[in-house]
DNA sequence: GGCTCATTGCCTAGTTGGCT
DNA sequence: AGCCAACTAGGCAATGAGCC
């Protein structure tokens, strides 16, 4: 295919004329209230902190006599040339008084129309999918080009209450656990408890009451109900808020237990309930559709020319926006290069001074049984693996399913006299909907000795193609653990001598509360090898503290890194950090969530997902502190067959900061993302360093969860955690 | 030091379905 | 096993100053 063009899910903007900026300060408990009030008066607003003062500020494009005669504000005329987030705020606001002005309903991070002809009915009308929603945000391309990103969503809500779904639909209605109240989006998991059931004439007032002043708008529940439904919060906030208002409800794990009105409750629009009354339909959309979602909402709502008061903003919205060579950089690789870091055998040697012994292990489920092409696959992965390693593991296998109670009995049947010991665990989704069991079995694994690792069955078909490719999966993995990989991605000379460390951390639950642990992996060494090394960090109060201080554990002892961190933003990490530490390290972070467009081609006069993941868009770079971290949004996947195109690729998003040329540290990103050790099938869409530490991170939180309250206490040893 | 107001942005965590 | 697409929800920081 050959694109003569890239383009965005975007519009020219262009800002014809700002006034004279306003600022009032505003007391806390009234942010809320004056929000609402400008939204009424049509004026642009947003809130800041500007650097070098103090005190919370709305920033307004005019005056607001609501402000100044409700609430008895009083204005300033902010003299300062406002930065370029601020106006990139003010225009997004704009836009939204536009959309709210023709009837649209801010939702969590989108904006939807709430209209049923603008919905698809799904499954007998039962619920809707209003599909006037999108995603807005206004940035800078780095040429300095304003770009209005329009990004198109769904909007999932059952119509239906309890009462009717429990009389029409009694067998899926006792599967439904997670419900919300209509109109509001305050959820809750059913927890069946009579004595909740009990009380409801006497609780049923004050409960709607606490709701109301919760979510800030009226709910009220009927007085004679016939069906009552008994539910504990979602909300932690919530549920501290009833427990204080309402003493003496009932308790179930620290979550109060509310008597509710079925006639006021739906199911939460989760795929998983909708599922249950048919197969869900397909929600994705393909690149065409979008395109074409995106031009009829721009015109339905005529964002031309956005005329608010102190502000006019031109949108250019005839035709999407094309990016030019000024905003993007195309990285090419050759095909050898690529298969060489994708296409590669493990190098598996035998080494007699370490035994190593590989246990296949088939979980017991409590009450369903596994299906016979679940058996069937766990006979396939067995010889498998058998006929894979002759020489290095020592593969063994029981037939009978083995519960918890077993492990003690299994471990000293099978692992006497090894230096190694690996458990590969088989079990089937469906008859472990939550988890619990397999973190459980990580758990008693780990604690025994062993590194465990986990196969779902339950996609299994009974043909062989899948088995094969878990199969190549399973020793690929293996390889990476006991440094069999035959060579790593070689970086630019600039980056030579340097290690790469990727980075996340995962909450520890607690009784009351939680914490965070990070966990750092070492996939590259300076010389360029692999070096799988995890490394667990002490516990800290918020995601950011946990990931600083395992930076700083990290540079201590070799200042030369890259690091790769999971999160949108670099800012925090370079304030707790400083800036000195740039001299030698590079500091990265990597998201597949965000706000900004997807990248599209064309072809054919039909826009459609790039075929190549060569392409780097470059955003404006932000500056923190004097550093600059460079922007990037980049297509890091493609469709694996060219005319197979079900919906549009996410692009990912880099920052980087650090004193080495970013379009030399982005090569070598590139390169980290093409490296796949673990499938041989599907490239990662993020760095491998940063993609496992995720994977070992989903891992720990699952063996944390089933150690329960004495998770930080678990006795798993040293070496497992290492290689986990 | 934690909590409060409301809102946005960005994150985690979970689901289904199609793919190799 | 992994990847992607899509959806849902809540948590927390940011945004500040005052109150207990």
């Given at each position: 295919?050959?694109a003569?063009?890239?383009y965005?899910?975007?519009?020219?903007?262009?800002?014809?004329?700002?006034s004279?900026?306003y600022?009032?300060?505003v007391?806390?408990?009234?942010?809320?209230?004056?929000?609402?009030?400008?939204?009424?008066?049509?004026?642009p607003?947003?809130?800041s902190?500007?650097p070098g003062?103090t005190?919370?500020?709305?920033?307004?494009?005019?005056?607001?006599?609501l402000?100044e005669?409700?609430l008895?504000?009083e204005y300033?005329?902010?003299e300062?040339?406002p930065?370029?987030?601020?106006?990139?705020?003010?225009?997004?606001?704009?836009?939204r008084?536009?959309?709210?002005?023709e009837?649209?309903?801010?939702?969590v991070s989108?904006?939807?129309?709430?209209?049923?002809?603008?919905?698809k009915p799904?499954i007998n009308?039962?619920?809707?999918?209003?599909?006037?929603?999108?995603?807005?945000?206004?940035?800078d391309?780095s040429?300095?080009?304003?770009?209005?990103f329009?990004?198109p969503?769904s909007?999932?809500e059952f119509t239906k209450?309890?009462?009717y779904?429990?009389?029409?639909?009694?067998e899926?209605?006792?599967?439904?656990?997670?419900i919300?109240?209509k109109?509001?989006?305050?959820?809750?998991y059913?927890?069946?408890n009579e004595?909740?059931?009990?009380?409801?004439?006497?609780?049923?007032?004050?409960?709607a009451e606490?709701?109301?002043?919760?979510?800030?708008?009226k709910?009220s529940f009927?007085?004679?109900?016939r069906e009552?439904?008994?539910?504990?919060?979602?909300s932690?906030?919530?549920n501290?808020?009833?427990?204080?208002k309402?003493?003496?409800?009932?308790?179930s794990?620290?979550r109060v237990?509310?008597?509710?009105?079925?006639?006021v409750l739906?199911?939460v629009?989760t795929?998983?309930?909708?599922?249950?009354?048919?197969?869900?339909?397909?929600?994705?959309?393909?690149p065409?559709?979008?395109?074409e979602?995106v031009?009829?909402?721009?015109?339905?709502?005529?964002l031309?020319?956005l005329?608010?008061?102190?502000?006019?903003?031109k949108?250019g919205?005839?035709?999407l926006?094309?990016?030019?060579?000024?905003?993007?950089i195309e990285?090419?690789?050759?095909?050898?290069e690529?298969?060489k870091l994708?296409?590669?055998?493990p190098t598996?040697k035998?080494?007699?001074?370490?035994?190593?012994?590989?246990?296949?292990?088939?979980l017991?489920a409590?009450?369903?049984t596994?299906s016979d092409?679940?058996l069937?696959?766990?006979?396939k992965?067995?010889?498998?693996?058998?006929?894979?390693?002759?020489?290095?593991?020592?593969?063994?296998?029981?037939?009978?399913?083995?519960?918890?109670?077993?492990l003690?009995?299994?471990?000293s049947?099978y692992?006497?006299?090894?230096?190694?010991?690996y458990?590969?665990?088989?079990y089937d989704?469906d008859?472990?909907?939550?988890?619990?069991?397999v973190?459980?079995?990580e758990?008693?694994?780990?604690?025994?000795?062993?590194?465990?690792?986990?196969?779902?069955?339950?996609?299994?078909d009974?043909?062989?193609?899948?088995?094969?490719?878990k199969?190549?999966n399973i020793i690929?993995d293996f390889?990476v653990r006991?440094n069999?990989?035959?060579?790593?991605?070689?970086p630019?000379?600039?980056?030579?001598?340097?290690s790469?460390v990727?980075i996340?951390?995962?909450?520890?639950?607690?009784?009351?509360?939680?914490?965070?642990?990070g966990?750092?992996?070492?996939?590259?060494?300076p010389?360029?090898?692999?070096?799988y090394?995890?490394k667990?960090?002490?516990?800290?109060?918020?995601?950011?503290d946990?990931l600083?201080?395992?930076i700083?554990?990290?540079l201590?002892?070799?200042?030369?890194?890259?690091?790769?961190?999971?999160?949108?933003s670099?800012?925090s990490?370079?304030?707790?950090?400083g800036?000195?530490t740039?001299?030698?390290?590079?500091?990265?972070?990597?998201?597949?969530?965000h706000?900004?467009s997807r990248l599209?081609a064309?072809?054919?006069?039909?826009f459609?997902?790039?075929?190549?993941?060569n392409?780097?868009?470059?955003?404006?770079?932000?500056?923190?502190?004097?550093?600059q971290?460079s922007?990037y949004?980049?297509n890091?996947?493609?469709y694996?067959?060219?005319?197979?195109?079900?919906?549009?690729?996410r692009?990912v998003l880099?920052?980087?900061?650090g004193?080495i040329?970013?379009?030399?540290?982005?090569?070598?990103?590139?390169?980290?993302t093409?490296y796949?050790?673990?499938?041989?099938?599907w490239?990662?869409?993020?760095?491998?360093?940063?993609?496992?530490?995720?994977?070992?991170?989903k891992k720990?939180?699952?063996?944390?969860?089933?150690?329960g309250?004495?998770s930080?206490?678990?006795?798993?040893?040293?070496?497992?955690?290492?290689k986990?």
């Amino acid at each position: 295919m050959n694109a003569s063009k890239y383009y965005l899910l975007a519009y020219d903007v262009a800002l014809e004329n700002l006034s004279t900026l306003y600022v009032y300060k505003v007391p806390e408990e009234q942010v809320g209230l004056a929000r609402y009030l400008l939204n009424q008066e049509r004026v642009p607003h947003t809130i800041s902190k500007e650097p070098g003062t103090t005190g919370l500020k709305i920033c307004t494009t005019d005056r607001s006599s609501l402000l100044e005669s409700k609430l008895g504000y009083e204005y300033h005329a902010e003299e300062a040339k406002p930065s370029e987030k601020t106006l990139n705020r003010l225009i997004s606001s704009a836009v939204r008084l536009r959309f709210l002005e023709e009837g649209w309903v801010s939702s969590v991070s989108k904006i939807y129309k709430p209209d049923p002809s603008k919905a698809k009915p799904l499954i007998n009308n039962l619920a809707l999918r209003y599909e006037h929603s999108v995603r807005l945000t206004v940035d800078d391309l780095s040429s300095g080009r304003k770009a209005l990103f329009i990004d198109p969503t769904s909007k999932i809500e059952f119509t239906k209450t309890l009462d009717y779904i429990s009389k029409v639909y009694p067998e899926q209605a006792k599967e439904i656990s997670f419900i919300k109240i209509k109109g509001t989006p305050t959820s809750f998991y059913i927890v069946h408890n009579e004595e909740a059931r009990e009380s409801y004439k006497e609780v049923y007032s004050k409960v709607a009451e606490a709701i109301s002043v919760y979510q800030g708008l009226k709910v009220s529940f009927p007085k004679n109900t016939r069906e009552v439904v008994t539910a504990t919060p979602k909300s932690l906030r919530l549920n501290n808020i009833l427990r204080s208002k309402i003493p003496n409800l009932p308790l179930s794990e620290k979550r109060v237990v509310l008597p509710l009105p079925a006639e006021v409750l739906v199911p939460v629009g989760t795929l998983e309930n909708v599922s249950l009354f048919g197969s869900t339909p397909s929600l994705v959309i393909p690149p065409e559709e979008r395109v074409e979602k995106v031009k009829n909402i721009a015109s339905e709502l005529d964002l031309e020319r956005l005329d608010f008061s102190g502000i006019r903003v031109k949108i250019g919205r005839e035709k999407l926006l094309s990016i030019t060579s000024r905003d993007f950089i195309e990285i090419s690789y050759s095909n050898e290069e690529l298969k060489k870091l994708w296409d590669w055998e493990p190098t598996f040697k035998n080494d007699p001074s370490r035994r190593r012994l590989l246990l296949i292990v088939k979980l017991k489920a409590d009450i369903k049984t596994y299906s016979d092409k679940c058996l069937q696959a766990t006979q396939k992965i067995y010889e498998g693996l058998k006929n894979r390693f002759p020489e290095v593991f020592n593969v063994q296998y029981t037939d009978v399913l083995v519960s918890l109670e077993d492990l003690d009995a299994i471990v000293s049947t099978y692992s006497g006299g090894y230096d190694e010991k690996y458990v590969v665990l088989l079990y089937d989704r469906d008859l472990d909907k939550h988890g619990n069991l397999v973190g459980r079995f990580e758990l008693g694994f780990a604690q025994r000795g062993f590194y465990p690792h986990v196969i779902d069955l339950s996609t299994e078909d009974g043909y062989d193609s899948k088995i094969k490719f878990k199969l190549m999966n399973i020793i690929r993995d293996f390889a990476v653990r006991v440094n069999a990989v035959p060579s790593a991605p070689s970086p630019p000379p600039q980056l030579r001598g340097i290690s790469v460390v990727g980075i996340d951390s995962t909450i520890v639950p607690l009784k009351r509360s939680h914490v965070y642990v990070g966990v750092a992996i070492t996939l590259i060494k300076p010389d360029g090898s692999i070096d799988y090394d995890v490394k667990i960090s002490r516990l800290a109060e918020s995601d950011v503290d946990v990931l600083t201080s395992v930076i700083r554990d990290e540079l201590r002892q070799n200042p030369r890194l890259l690091v790769i961190v999971n999160k949108s933003s670099l800012d925090s990490f370079l304030e707790n950090l400083g800036s000195e530490t740039l001299k030698d390290c590079i500091l990265v972070s990597v998201t597949k969530t965000h706000s900004y467009s997807r990248l599209l081609a064309k072809y054919n006069d039909k826009f459609v997902n790039l075929s190549k993941t060569n392409l780097f868009v470059r955003l404006a770079p932000s500056y923190n502190g004097g550093v600059q971290i460079s922007r990037y949004l980049a297509n890091t996947t493609t469709y694996s067959r060219g005319s197979y195109e079900a919906g549009t690729i996410r692009p990912v998003l880099f920052n980087i900061a650090g004193s080495i040329d970013h379009d030399i540290i982005l090569q070598y990103l590139q390169k980290l993302t093409y490296y796949a050790p673990i499938s041989k099938s599907w490239l990662p869409s993020i760095p491998w360093p940063l993609h496992k530490s995720d994977k070992i991170c989903k891992k720990i939180n699952r063996i944390l969860k089933a150690a329960g309250e004495s998770s930080i206490l678990v006795d798993i040893p040293q070496d497992v955690w290492r290689k986990l």
